[in-house]
Nanobody, 124 residues
């Protein structure tokens, strides 16, 4: 049973930083892609960033490129999302997801496992 658990969300002022963590259990993630998605209030879940577990190749939504960094720690089976220069429009629930795919997808329907999400609120 694969389980993903997000942590690190909270309330921060615009311009501030947060680091989200996604701890994975149940298996190692060799051959998987790991992604972060945002469900903003009143909106559909949207792609934020993703990383190939084996290759370390990263992808970002244009709205976060240059501000967010995704990384993974194989020894800890954990994926991180470092979020800098946060904006009010970054507010919402952030989900970690895993896709059994060596090609890194940005479509949430391609992901097989999801965490429960962690709330991020950026005040102006």
């Amino acid at each position: 049973q694969v389980q993903l658990a997000e942590s690190g969300g909270g309330l921060v002022q615009a311009g501030g930083s947060l680091r989200l963590s996604c701890s994975a259990s149940g298996r190692t993630f060799s051959g998987y892609a790991m992604g972060w998605f945002l469900r903003a209030p009143g909106k559909e879940r949207e792609f934020v960033a993703a990383i190939g577990w084996n290759t370390g190749v990263t992808y970002y939504a244009s709205s976060v490129k240059g501000r967010f960094t995704i990384s993974r720690d194989s020894a800890k089976n954990t994926v991180y999302l470092q979020m800098n220069s946060l904006k009010p429009e970054d507010t919402g629930v952030y989900y970690c997801a895993a896709a059994l795919s060596v090609v890194v997808p940005t479509n949430p329907s391609r992901y097989n496992y999801w965490g429960q999400g962690t709330q991020v609120t950026v005040s102006s």
